[in-house]
């Protein structure tokens, strides 16, 4: 069952800039395109890191401020210090980027996000080069998926291809991207897979499940062989 993967989202033309790029162009580039960071690449447009927005915005917040060091400086207060000087593209980017792959998942990409804390990736190539970037609001497309697609999924991949399921044993209805499977299959474990695969299908945002099985064969997997009486 194929979910929608990074390089059905992405944008593939992306605004970039080199090492050697002014602080004003890279400012510029942000405001004439909309957008909240650029990947700054090589000549052979490999990723070398990212300026995003709170990278420039270190010298608007210390303008007209003295430089001020510590003795015992942190590591954030002496970055925030070292961007606020910075000029060209390689003194401000944060490196190395957090990046990923077009055959990366849409929930991989969300979860890598939220715990490196960024708001896009850069989509690299098996030899690392620059193919797209992926946003937050990118990976939010899987939900403009319409009800009918969902549910089309849902029944050719999840019911037909992967269970087998004859048609006419299971009821599948989408409503806003909430799933609503409903009628009988012969195994417990069956419904269970049902339900999961139903979850999995892009732009689900719920599954409700009242599908009813004629055999619990999950309890029977769970008995321990070693606590079986032998027959005489």
């Known amino acids: 069952m194929r979910t929608w993967q990074v390089g059905d989202v992405m944008t593939r033309k992306v605004t970039t800039v080199g090492e050697q790029t002014p602080y004003r162009e890279i400012v510029d580039a942000l405001v004439r395109r909309g957008i909240s960071g650029v990947p700054v690449v090589d ?6 890191g990212v300026v995003s927005e709170s990278d420039l915005l270190h010298k608007v917040e210390r303008a007209g401020h003295p430089d001020e060091r510590r003795v015992f400086e942190g590591r954030r207060r002496r970055t925030a ?5 910075a000029l060209l593209a390689r003194d401000l980017m944060t490196a190395p980027a ?18 490196e804390s960024v708001k896009r990736l850069p989509v690299l190539d098996d030899l690392g080069r620059l193919v797209g970037i992926v946003t937050r609001g990118d990976l939010l497309r899987v939900h403009l998926r319409t009800d009918a697609e969902i549910r089309e999924d849902v029944v050719q991949e999840v019911l037909r291809r992967v269970l087998a399921v004859r048609d006419g044993l299971v009821t599948v209805r989408v409503r806003g991207g909430e799933v609503t499977l409903d009628g009988r299959l012969d195994r417990r474990s069956a419904v269970e897979l049902a339900v999961r695969l139903a979850g999995q299908v892009s732009g689900v945002v719920r599954v409700t499940s009242t599908l009813a099985y004629d055999v619990d064969d999950t309890a029977l997997a769970e008995l321990d062989p070693a606590r079986i009486a032998p027959v005489a």
Not at 81 to 85: F, L, N, P, S, T
């Open 43 to 48: 000549g052979s447009r490999r990723v070398l």
């Open 81 to 85: 210090r070292e961007k606020a000087d």
């Open 98 to 115: 957090v990046a990923t792959w077009p055959e990366a998942t849409i929930s991989a990409a969300a979860r890598q996000m939220d715990r």
